[in-house]
Structure formats: C-alpha cells, structure tokens
C-alpha cells in the first residue's frame, strides 16, 4: 500500500492553510513574559525564550501526512523540515521529540521502523539526538519533530525584521509541491523526483552556518506558504517593499512543465488567495504559471535571507562554493510592507 495515499495534504507543504492558527488566535492574548523573544504573534518559525544572556532556547514543531512513498525518505524529509525552524531562527538544533500518527490496523510496523531511520538520519546530520517521543492511532499517517535549539540571544533572526538596502537570498530552488503532485498522478520524471527528494531531504545547516558568519537582517524557510507567501510574511509590518526578479528564482528541474499541464497543488490557490493582494504587478511581470509556481507550497524548502546589499555578492559566492544552490533573487528598499515582482 502506498503511503501517500493517506494523504489529503501531500505535496501541500508542512501547513494545512495560510491563516488557520492566525484566525484561532485571533483576539486571544497572554501576559508578558520579559524573556520571551519571539512568539505567535508576528508569524515567527519557532518561539524563543532567553535563558540568560548568552542562551536563549529555540522551541518548534512540524509534521505532516507523507508527501513520498518510501518511508525511509519521508521520515528524512520529515525531520529535515522540522530542523529547518532553528536554523531559520540563527540557532543549532539541541534535541528532538517524535510526534507520530499511525494506523496500527492498516500499516505494519515497519513502515514506522524505517520511517524512523530516515529521521534519525536527517537528526544525526544536525548533530541532534532524539530524546523521545508521542504516539497515537490515526486513521491518518502523520509524523514529525518538536526540535529545541540554542542560539544568543542577541543573534537571533527574525523572519520580519527588515532595515532596506538588502539583498535577498534563497538557497534552495522551488517547485516541490509541483513535483510531488506530478509523480501522485504518475506523471513525474525520475530526474524531477529525485531532485525534488533531494532538495526536500537536505539540511538547512549548512547554509545556515554560513549566515551566522555574517550580518542577517531578517530570514524565515520557505515551506507551506510558498515562496511569495513567506516573502510576504518578511515584509509585513516594516517599511520596506522586497522586490523579487522573477527570471532569478531558482526551479526544480520539469517545473514550467507540470505548471503548464495543470498539476497544481490545492495549496497553491490557498496560498494566492491569502496574500496575492500584498503582490505589486503581478499581472506585468510574470504569467498566472509562474504565479503559480511562485506561490507553490513547499516542503523542507530552503533559508530566505535578508542580508546587507554591500554583502549579498559574497555570501552567495561562499553558498555557491559549498554547493548549496543558492541564488541572489531580490532586493528591498523603502515600501509599506509589499512584495514587487519585476
């Protein structure tokens, strides 16, 4: 049996839908904590609460039905993109908890043994123990990780902190959900697979490493949103506009192809329908495909960095050199918190 036929939300990203706990949060509150450093209330990618002045303790969690069949890779896949939220956050992971959702009566328990392999694999090239773990039975296969980090507190990297005058990084090229839903209907080539499993399945921490190297304004990953609904949500609240070129964003091989044949993930109309109004010229600078694509939701996606421009050129030569697939896709200037296409 296949795995991914569990799944309503494969190839949907890491989120059920853009606004879902926004709306269940929405006039709720609780009292000040004077440590606590990030929190629901600015769409951050994990909470963080300062331990003294040179800790601070990173807090997340992701999971999600199986967007591939093997279970080995899902559970790779699965612990890369929970990893992802501290080093989003400028931190290291520290340690992991599994969370699990299993159908004990339909699935052998193999298939969580392997399941957990590959997340011990993707842990084990954080440098993160698994510590423990939930689980339940569900009618629905799900799995993820809740990761602790630690990283100063006066280095950690907000997703909507920017100034102007950065250069705005990627480090991983998009079209996974795209992908994912190609080979669902048996239509993916083997080359468009397995860069998209590979993508999926690499580390943030590399790229990551060398951000901390250098001045980081603001930075979140691209996973359920798409690209343009998490440049949205780094835009949100400043004064400053990102402007993205479009022709420089960076594809998973077959992408334009599946795009073009009409298998788009449910999650790309989610996406556009919750932030395509904070999109400037959209309709000049690209076609409803490549809005598509920009607002394809991702799973395990890469860092979206924003960096001094004096220093973008650089780290992308760093980035480059180290084999991470990074591209230079925009810049930010003055604005009202709007993403410009060009």
Same mark, same amino acid.
């Given at each position: 049996m296949k795995l991914t036929s569990f799944s309503r939300f494969a190839g949907c990203g890491a989120k059920l839908g853009p606004g879902?706990?926004?709306?269940?949060?929405?006039?709720?509150?609780?009292?000040?904590? =004077?440590?606590?450093?990030?929190?629901?209330?600015?769409?951050?990618?994990? @909470?963080?609460?300062?331990?003294?002045?040179? &800790? /601070?303790?990173?807090h997340t969690i992701d999971f999600f039905p199986p967007i591939v069949d093997d279970p080995f890779l899902y559970g790779r896949i699965a612990a890369a993109n929970a990893l992802s939220d501290v080093y989003a956050m400028g931190g290291k992971p520290c340690t992991a908890v599994s969370v699990v959702g299993f159908p004990v009566g339909s699935l052998d328990i193999d298939i969580l043994q392997k399941m957990m392999e590959g997340g011990l694999s993707s842990l084990a090239e954080a440098d993160c123990p698994l510590v423990g773990g939930h689980s339940i039975d569900d009618?629905?296969?799900?799995?993820?990780?809740?990761?602790?980090?630690i990283v100063r507190p006066d280095r950690v990297w907000l997703?909507?902190?920017?100034?102007?005058?950065?250069?705005?990084?990627?480090?991983? =090229?998009?079209?996974?959900?795209?992908?994912?839903?190609?080979?669902?209907? @048996?239509?993916?080539?083997?080359?468009?697979? &397995? /860069?998209?499993c590979a993508s999926m399945g690499t580390l943030n921490r590399k790229a990551c490493e060398i951000l901390q190297r250098h001045e980081v304004h603001a930075c979140t990953d691209v996973t359920g949103f798409g690209l343009l609904g998490h440049a949205c949500e780094m835009a949100a609240d400043t004064k400053c506009n990102i402007r993205i070129k479009v022709q420089s964003v960076p594809l998973l091989p077959a992408v334009s192809d599946y795009v073009a044949m009409g298998l788009v993930p449910e999650g790309t109309y989610r996406n556009k329908d919750f932030r395509l109004r904070f999109v400037l010229n959209a309709e000049e600078a690209c076609s409803e495909d490549e809005l598509n694509i920009l607002f394809d939701p991702q799973t395990s996606g890469g860092l979206l960095a924003a960096i001094p421009i004096g220093e973008a050129e650089g780290v992308l030569s760093e980035m480059l050199s180290a084999g991470i697939p990074a591209a230079l896709i925009g810049t930010t200037a003055a604005g009202t918190g709007m993403i410009e296409l060009v």
């Open positions: 879902l706990l926004d709306k269940a949060l929405c006039g709720l509150s609780q009292r000040a904590y =004077p440590d606590l450093l990030a929190d629901f209330h600015h769409s951050e990618d994990a @909470g963080v609460l300062r331990l003294n002045d040179e &800790q /601070a303790l990173i009618k629905e296969l799900k799995f993820g990780f809740a990761v602790t980090g997703n909507n902190s920017l100034v102007g005058a950065e250069g705005i990084i990627l480090t991983k =090229p998009i079209g996974t959900g795209l992908i994912t839903t190609a080979s669902r209907g @048996g239509l993916a080539s083997e080359k468009a697979f &397995q /860069a998209a």
